[in-house]
């Protein structure tokens, strides 16, 4: 049963609930806003963490994998320092052989400028021959630029000497034939070259004096 005697009582015991609710509420909220900030923060950390692992990470196998490149000259395995003397070697006596066979350092073999064509035509062949031998090989690195160059500069002589074949012919001795030969502007241009190869090769310890 309502009686008005209780009314101020009971709005007293309501203002007291409401209150409580009140400040029970704006608790509720600080502590959601705290745990959500907290939580925010703790995400922002967990994902700040592996990106700056992972950019490191990238960095560093890039710059590994710049020296590597930097380190290669090629694919495929290549010749030992000493195995890549010993097949130079072997391949440089070829085109000593050859030379000596023409005997244009002391005598000439050919007794006419005629012959003297002829010989000089087959030099010619085993110069491109030595040129690609000397290409073939896997030279070390360090070496490679060298040995190409070599490579190149028998092949360069085995064209001038087919361009040079009809004027040898046409000497009147073979002494006017060799000098034409020795003489000849592109065939000087890739002895030199080679002797410029040589001389790199042997700095690098790849081939003795005098070869």
Do not use: W
């Not at 006596?93 to 050859?98: G, L, M, T, V």
């Amino acid at each position: 049963m309502f009686y008005p005697s209780h009314m101020p009582s009971e709005l007293r015991r309501a203002k007291k609930g409401r209150a409580l609710l009140t400040i029970f509420g704006v608790g509720l909220v600080v502590t959601v806003t705290a745990l959500s900030t907290g939580l925010a923060r703790a995400q922002a950390k967990v994902v700040k963490a592996p990106t700056g692992v992972g950019i490191a990470m990238s960095v560093t196998r890039t710059t590994s994998i710049s020296s590597a490149k930097s380190q290669s000259c090629g694919p495929g395995p290549r010749l030992s320092p000493s195995g890549y003397s010993a097949r130079f070697a072997a391949i440089a006596q070829q085109k000593r052989d050859a030379e000596k066979k023409l005997g244009l350092d002391s005598t000439p073999a050919a007794k006419t400028a005629t012959a003297l064509s002829s010989q000089l035509k087959g030099f010619s062949a085993s110069l491109t021959r030595i040129g690609n031998e000397f290409a073939a090989l896997r030279a070390p690195c360090d070496a490679e630029a060298a040995n190409r160059a070599v490579a190149q500069a028998q092949r360069d002589q085995a064209t001038a000497i087919r361009a040079m074949l009809p004027r040898i012919s046409k000497a009147k001795t073979v002494k006017a034939a060799i000098t034409v030969f020795a003489t000849d502007k592109a065939y000087v241009k890739g002895e030199r070259k080679q002797d410029a190869a040589l001389k790199q090769l042997r700095k690098l310890g790849y081939l003795k004096m005098g070869r």
